[in-house]
Structures are given as C-alpha cells and as structure tokens.
C-alpha cells in the first residue's frame, strides 16, 4: 500500500468495539499504524498489507468494512448513513409504539393479573419478541458475533439485559409455579422501552455526529463536478473533472469555482479564497498567479493553465490532513480506549455479583429483585459515552480549526497547544511579509577612489547575479531591484554559501563578499567608524543591512526592508493577552531585531541566530521548564520546528517547513496561532468535560442501578429509566463536542 487505506466501518457501537477493530487490523502482516474512529465510523491503515486481507479481518472481527476509494467516496457513504438512519427511526418508533403502551396500562392497573389471563400475556410475549427481532435484532447480533469473537462490547450488554428480560417474563406465563406468587411479574414492557429508548439515543447521537463532520463534508463540496476546457482549436467543452489533466487549458467564468489547482493564463481577476484559508479578503489575480481548487473566481472571465488535478491539489491535500487529525488519537483518547477495551467484561461481571446478592440476602421476591438490578447494571453501563468523549471532540475541534485556515496533522498536536506558554516567532515571512524590497544602495566613498572600482549599476548587476543562486528571500529582493532597473545581470561563477553569513565567490579574479558583519569579522575586514555608523542608522529604521565587499573593500551598504504584516502586532497582543510570551528570533543585527520587535510589541528578541542554531534556542527555552512553540515558514526553520513541543508552519511557506510542522497556518496570518491555541484549549477542556460526565455518570449510574439506596429507601432503579439515562448520557457528550463549533474567536 503505497498511501494509508480508509475504510468505512459498519457496526461500531462502541469503545470497546474500536479496540476490537483496532486489534484486528494491527494483527494482520504488513501493518505499520491504525487509526480506528469511532465518531466517524472509519479506520486509516498505514503500511504494505493487502486492503482485501484487512478487510476480511475486520469482517472476521465481526464488523463490516468497505474500502473509501472512488467507487465508494464521502458522498456515497452520507447517503448510506442517512438511509440507515432513517430505518433506524422506524424501529425506534415501532418499539416505543408497542412498549409505551404496555407501560401506560401497566402503571395505570388496566393489565389483567398473570394469573387471570395467560393466553393474552402469551399473544403480548409474542408480540414484544417479534418487535424485539426488528427493532433491536442488529443489537442481538452484534452480541453473538461478538461472543463468537470472545470479547463484548455495548451490543452484549442490550442483548444480555432485554434477554434475560424477555425470558423471564416467558418463564412467569409459561410456568409461574417456579417462584413464589411475589416473583410472577412480567417485564415484557421493559425489554422492548429499553431497545426503543436505545435506539432513540443512536438515531439523535448519530444526527449530531453528522454536524460534526460538517467541516469535512464542507470541503468536499468545494470542488465542482465538471470543468470547461478549451481545446487547441479553441473550442469550450464541459468535462468531467476526472478528464482533466495537467497543462490543461481551462476557462473559468465569473462566479465559478476554481477546479483544480493551476496558474492564470490570461486575464485579471479576484478569487475568494477564505474556505481553504479562512481569510474574507479576496486576493487579486494576475498572469502566472496560483489558483486553488475550491476557490471562487469573483471577478473576470480567466484562463488557467493546469499545474495539479486529483489528490495532488491543495484542496484534496487539505481534506485529507483534516481527515486524519480528526482520526488521530491524542494520548487521553489512546487511555480511554484501553479502559473501554475491559469495561464491558468489568460490567458484566459486576452485574453478575448484584445478582447473585441480590438471590442471596435480598428480599423477597428474589428473583425479580435480582432481574431488575442485574439488568439495569448492563444496560445504564453502556460505554458509549466514554468511547465518543475523546473523538468527538477532537472531530469536532479540528474541523472548528479547518474553517478558520489552521490544519492540524495529528490530534497529540491539538493537545499539547493547549500547554504552550511560549511562542518563538521567526521574523522573515512571519512577523514580516516574507518579500522584501531593496530600498537604499549606498556606495561608499572610499571604493569609488579606487582605480578599479565599479559602477553602482555594474555593483548591482553583478550583486543580483551572485544572489539568484541563493534561496534567501532578502536575495530575491535584490535581484527584484536589479530587473525593475532593467540591468543586465551576468553569469558569474557559483558562489559558496556560508550558512548564516552570506555568500562568497571570485569575479574577475577579485573576491566577492556578500553578507553581514559576522561574515567580515570571520574574513578579517575590518570597518571605519563612518561604515558602522551607517549599518546602525538602516538597522534603526528596521532594516537589514547587508555588506558588499569587493577585493577586501567595502564597496557598498545595502539596505532591505521586509514590511511588516498589517495584523502582526494585534496577533501578537492577542496571545500576550492570553498569558503566552512571545520571542522573536532572526539572523538579523540586534538593532535591525529590535526595531522591528518594537513595532510589533515584542520585548524578547534572540538576534544574529544562525540556521543552525534555531533548534537550539527552542531547547534552551525548553530547559526553562517552558512549553514551546515554533512559527516558521522557510527551510532553516524545519530543525526548530521539528524540536518544539508545537511546530507551525505559515502556510505560505515552503513545502519542506510545513512537513515539520504539527499545524499550518493557511492563510500566512499570526492569528492562526492564536485561533489554534484559542480552539485547542477549548477542545481539551470539552474532552475533560465529556470525560468528567462519562465517568461520574457510570460511577453513579452502577450503584444506583445495583440497589445501594435499596436498604435505606427502598428505591430501586428501573431498567427502563437506566436505558434512557444512558442513551441520554451519549446524546450530552455529543451535544456537548458540538459545542466546540461555537468556540468564539476574535481574530
């Protein structure tokens, strides 16, 4: 398998029907790493095996599987959920329509005794056994498939509960001589409210779930079906998308939305970009510009050029990225599985010591003391909401996260920013817009005077040509000034780049050298105090001063400037505000650092770092005791990335930072980092919260059910209210995640 396999899953009820998928799948030769979740009913299988082998496995486990491929995509699958939520509507009310009125005469005395009319009780034992198969035979099941297996899950539970129920109730019109006349009680109301109340649960919990795979189901949408290409005669043709190929030509009307990812051919327009970037501005479009897939043309009628169709477009690679960190398993999530492995087994057992007090030192009637108890234990104890605390959350989380243009790869990632304390901001590209502009060229005096001195245009020329070897964005911003001046720019020989100085090269048998003032001091030039004076004056004013040397001579200062982005500094105070230091880091001079850290509000500066050192500052910070975040965007910002406790990467970026990265920022905005750690903590909170409910619930509800108060009040819990306390346990979890899509943002 040469990229991870997803595969819809039927028949997952549970915690611990996740752990059973999960050690199915992970027991078959091949696999490197599972991810089974239980909100989404899916599994993504990471390594070699054959998909066929693991489908069969999880078929043997007893679960049905089938591979999410073109033939069986999002689409296909929503219809088939929704068609199998409507049947489960049907049953609900089919069991509920023949229980709640058994209930109503029941409590209101208008059922005859046992005893005075057993052939009426037989029709209504009947009765409730066909209802039983129909409207819960999925539950019964799922109980022998899982018992075949050796294992339980919430399945067993339903079955042993309204089982044992039914069954007695039989025994009593059948044979009522075999307990005392106290013990002859029917409970054939009972067994079918249950599975009516439980499948009532299912049917609003997976309506929920539908709302919180919105963010999903949102992308998907955004791709159309059909794109019109323009064929070399020139001629329009509406094709299908999977027709289209790169270097297409493709004509996109206003209004449309962008197909696939590509470049503007020809004309001019503006394309809203905000549900891949979640920024509302729409961005101008020109000859030679990136178009996404998803985006809408708002303005002119264009023609692009294909770069990227399928999976291979931005769009698809974002569904695919939010997919998987919905997913993913924080290591809360990965606990709660293990104790939802054991709980149904735990449950049983628990529910077989209430009975068997009960039969020995609870009153009479015993038997039916016994039944009550043993059967409210199963059913109150379904784990349900302790399988969907986590992934409910995290779904819910991530997709909150996806519309506001922040993509988290994993959902440890999503937990530990909630922990951050610190956020270490690289400059270039960052804090700044990442394009700088040349805006001083200062020749200096002293080189002019001598017999072999250049030109300041011939001082460009050549500058720009050393640098268009050189990836560095302040390197582009000179070979930008050299084209806008229409210079001709030489070939010169390959010039050697020094990590974190500069460059260095031999033109015309003179040395060249390009960089800061480390680079000087490492080759032994020394400076006047005139020429550091001028550095520090462009430093003050926020620039980076870079130092053009020529056969041992400083021949001129240049001077970039890198603007900053408008929302920096109110990013920037907005996580200041949220008690997290912030720290700039850059190659910059110190004075060059502190100018633009002072515009932006930031008191913490590391200057003059090298590449290389970058991983290193993250680790001292981190030595502190402090939980550390890295914002980057550029390939020397991947090492520091990779080693913070958080890694994200401005979106803008290249591909190789955004890779070591935990979290991109779509949109290239400092905001993101605050929505991410805004949204991250509150999804954290809401998992403690589903947690904190599942857990307080059973660890009452077990009790309760078993008969604690029975001794001091005489109470008792019946079965159908634990039923309809535990369906109503999983619809609060669900609520409750759901919660997260109202998460309120200021930025």
């Not at 003391?369 to 379904?382: E, P, Q, R």
């Not at 535990?726 to 669900?734: K, Q």
């Amino acid at each position: 398998m040469s990229k991870p396999l997803r595969l819809a899953l039927r028949g997952m009820t549970c915690g611990a029907c996740v752990a059973s998928v999960d050690k199915a799948l992970n027991g078959v030769a091949g696999v490197q790493q599972v991810n089974v979740n239980l909100p989404d009913r899916s599994a993504e299988i990471t390594g070699t095996a054959d998909p066929q082998v693991l489908i069969k496995a999880v078929q043997d486990a007893g679960f049905g599987a089938t591979p999410m491929s073109a033939d069986y995509g999002d689409n296909e699958r929503q219809a088939e959920e929704q068609a199998a939520l409507k049947k489960v509507w049907i049953k609900t009310w089919v069991a509920l329509a023949v229980g709640a009125p058994q209930m109503l005469l029941m409590m209101t005395g208008h059922l005859p005794a046992l005893e005075d009319a057993r052939l009426l009780w037989g029709i209504i034992g009947l009765a409730t056994l066909a209802t039983m198969v129909y409207s819960g035979g999925h539950f019964y099941t799922g109980a022998w498939l899982s018992l075949k297996n050796h294992r339980a899950n919430m399945d067993s539970l339903i079955a042993l509960g309204t089982g044992a129920a039914w069954l007695y109730s039989t025994l009593m019109v059948l044979w009522p001589e075999i307990v005392p006349p106290e013990g002859r009680h029917v409970y054939y109301e009972a067994a079918v409210f249950i599975i009516g109340l439980v499948n009532l649960g299912q049917a609003l919990e997976t309506r929920a779930r539908g709302n919180a795979s919105q963010a999903i189901r949102q992308l998907i949408q955004l791709q159309p079906d059909t794109a019109r290409l323009i064929t070399p005669d020139g001629e329009e043709k509406e094709m299908r998308l999977a027709s289209i190929q790169a270097s297409d030509l493709l004509r996109v009307r206003p209004g449309e939305r962008i197909p696939v990812d590509g470049i503007v051919a020809e004309g001019e327009t503006q394309v809203d970009e905000s549900m891949l970037t979640g920024e509302p501005l729409p961005v101008n479009k020109s000859k030679k510009d990136w178009l996404s897939a998803g985006t809408v043309n708002q303005g002119g009628s264009i023609k692009m050029r294909v770069r990227k169709v399928g999976e291979d477009t931005a769009l698809a690679q974002i569904i695919n990225q939010v997919r998987n960190a919905q997913g993913s398993k924080p290591a809360i999530g990965r606990l709660v599985d293990q104790i939802s492995a054991v709980f149904v087994p735990v449950v049983i057992l628990i529910s077989m010591i209430t009975a068997l007090v009960w039969w020995l030192v609870g009153p009479e009637p015993q038997a039916a003391y016994m039944l009550i108890s043993a059967m409210a234990v199963l059913v109150i104890a379904c784990p349900c909401a302790l399988g969907l605390a986590t992934p409910m959350s995290i779904m819910v989380g991530v997709g909150r996260a996806a519309g506001k243009g922040v993509l988290i790869r994993k959902g440890d990632a999503l937990q530990e920013a909630s922990k951050l304390n610190t956020i270490i901001l690289d400059k270039t590209g960052t804090i700044t817009q990442g394009k700088p502009k040349m805006v001083n060229f200062a020749l200096q005096a002293a080189y002019l005077e001598g017999a072999n001195s250049l030109s300041k245009d011939e001082l460009l020329a050549n500058l720009a040509s050393l640098e268009q070897a050189s990836e560095h964005p302040l390197g582009a911003a000179i070979v930008a000034a050299a084209k806008e001046q229409s210079l001709q720019i030489p070939k010169t020989a390959t010039p050697e780049t020094l990590a974190g100085l500069g460059l260095k090269a031999q033109i015309n048998n003179q040395a060249w050298l390009v960089g800061n003032r480390s680079l000087l001091e490492s080759e032994g030039i020394s400076l006047s105090d005139a020429e550091v004076e001028e550095a520090a004056s462009m430093a003050d004013q926020g620039q980076t001063c870079i130092h053009l040397v020529v056969g041992g001579q400083l021949a001129a200062l240049v001077g970039i400037a890198d603007p900053i982005k408008e929302d920096s500094a109110a990013a920037i105070q907005r996580l200041q505000k949220a008690g997290v230091q912030v720290v700039m880091l850059t190659g910059d001079s110190p004075r060059t650092a502190q100018a633009v850290a002072k515009q932006v509000g930031i008191t913490e500066v590391f200057a003059e770092v090298k590449p290389d050192e970058k991983a290193d500052k993250v680790k001292e910070l981190q030595a502190e005791g402090l939980k550390v975040g890295m914002v980057g965007d550029g390939i020397n910002d991947a090492p520091a990335l990779t080693q913070a406790n958080v890694g994200f990467a401005i979106g803008t970026g290249t591909d190789i930072a955004i890779e070591s990265a935990d979290l991109t920022l779509m949109r290239g905005s400092l905001h993101g980092v605050a929505d991410a750690m805004l949204i991250s903590r509150a999804t954290v909170k809401n998992i403690w919260q589903n947690l904190f409910g599942a857990f307080v619930y059973n660890t009452l509800g077990i009790p309760l059910a078993a008969g604690v108060l029975f001794p001091l009040t005489g109470w008792l819990l019946s079965p159908t209210y634990a039923a309809a306390a535990m369906a109503l346990s999983s619809v609060t979890v669900v609520s409750n995640a759901n919660r997260l899509r109202l998460v309120k943002l200021d930025g």
